[in-house]
């Protein structure tokens, strides 16, 4: 990955692993150790489904651009109809509290869109590419008089 794309990966990524972090102290508290474990599984799935998706959209992008729509259409569908398995698979689990599981997978998805626009909004990105200079005649070395 080129350093602008880990730079917007780190300032979606971070934000969203601190709020993480909160949701699963609320829900430990207010849920106890299975909100905890829910609210931790719903953020690190939502982390897991947003990078990939961040990836493979920036991918498309450099090496298919014309494909850049389609793709990001695609890829919503994709992780929606992967979140909607992982829900039946686990629809009457008692591993984790689903309410909790909820909380922190909403919660995550919002601050990563959020952090997401930001980075967008302050990365400084051309809208239009520059021409190289040219440097057609070689520089003289030493004095002419």
């Not at 829910?38 to 897991?48: E, F, N, P, R």
């Not at 984790?96 to 919660?107: E, K, M, Y």
């Amino acid at each position: 990955m080129p350093s602008n794309d880990v730079r917007n990966l780190l300032q979606t990524a971070v934000p969203t692993a601190a709020a993480g972090a909160i949701t699963v102290a609320v829900s430990g508290v207010v849920a106890g150790g299975k909100g905890a474990l829910g609210a931790a599984v719903g953020t690190v799935l939502a982390i897991l489904f947003m990078g990939i998706g961040l990836y493979v959209l920036q991918r498309t992008a450099k090496t298919l651009p014309q494909l850049f729509q389609a793709m990001g259409l695609m890829l919503y569908v994709a992780q929606l109809l992967l979140l909607l398995i992982f829900m039946a698979v686990f629809k009457g689990t008692s591993l984790f509290n689903p309410r909790a599981f909820a909380v922190g997978l909403v919660v995550a998805t919002v601050v990563w869109m959020a952090a997401q626009a930001r980075a967008h909004m302050k990365a400084k990105l051309f809208y239009v590419d520059p021409e190289p200079e040219k440097h057609d005649k070689p520089e003289k070395s030493g004095s002419s008089s």
